[in-house]
Structure formats: structure tokens, C-alpha cells
């Protein structure tokens, strides 16, 4: 599988921004799809994670009630709908493909990434 990230961008405080990543290969549908983003200076963390159907989703606590994630299995396309944003979500986000029946939040656990796309908010 491989994995293009896009959506990236500059937005201010309070703003909105939608990233989508594109999967390459028939069995895309089969794989947990995540988003992780890392800040300079820190470690890679997760975000938001899917299941292969969209009926499962998993969000860290920062950013629940502000970011939705969502998956397009006919279109091999994952998307990450990021609202009321702030300075501090200011990374390069990455996703990610695990094949697991679970919704992993560890990044060891993803087999597969994508070349990761700019977030930067401004106060």
C-alpha cells in the first residue's frame, strides 16, 4: 500500500483545514487507517484512527470534538476534518495503514506511511 498525504497548509487561529490521504492497491478497504502527527522537537503522536468499515473511530483526548476522521472505501481515501484549530496542533501529520482488527494508537503498530504534509496554525 502506498500512501499519499495532502491538505496541508497555513490557517489561523480558529480555522479550519481538510487533510485527505490517498491509497494506493484493491485492498485498502481492509486496513486500519490512522493519522499521527509530529511536532518539532517531539515525538511522532497519534490522532485519529479508523476502521476498515468507518463504523469505528478513535481520537486522543486533544483534539476530540475538534477533528473528524472519515474514510471513503470507493475512492481508497481517508480524510481528516480538523476544526477550531490552534497553535499547538501545528505539525507534520502523517497517515498510516495498519492491518489489524483492532484500532491501534501506537505507531509501531502501522505498517505502512505516508510522506507527511505540512500543518502550521498562527495565533
Known amino acids: 500500500v502506498q500512501l499519499q498525504a495532502s491538505g496541508g497548509g497555513l490557517v489561523q487561529d480558529g480555522g479550519s483545514l481538510r487533510l485527505s490521504c490517498a491509497a494506493s492497491?484493491?485492498?485498502?478497504?481492509?486496513?486500519?487507517m490512522g493519522w499521527f502527527r509530529q511536532a518539532p522537537g517531539k515525538e511522532r503522536e497519534f490522532v485519529a484512527a479508523?476502521?476498515?468499515?468507518?463504523?469505528?473511530?478513535y481520537y486522543t483526548d486533544s483534539v476530540k470534538g475538534r477533528f473528524t476522521i472519515s474514510r471513503d472505501n470507493a475512492k481508497n481515501t481517508v480524510y481528516l476534518q480538523m476544526n477550531i484549530l490552534k497553535p499547538e496542533d501545528t505539525a507534520v501529520y502523517y497517515c498510516?495503514?495498519?492491518?489489524?482488527?483492532?484500532?491501534?494508537?501506537?505507531?509501531?503498530?502501522?505498517?505502512?506511511w505516508g510522506q507527511g504534509t505540512q500543518v502550521t496554525v498562527s495565533s
Open positions: 492497491g484493491r485492498t485498502f478497504s481492509s486496513y486500519v
Open positions: 479508523i476502521n476498515w468499515n468507518g463504523y469505528s473511530t
Open positions: 498510516a495503514a495498519a492491518s489489524s482488527r483492532t484500532i491501534p494508537s501506537v505507531a509501531a503498530r502501522y505498517d505502512y
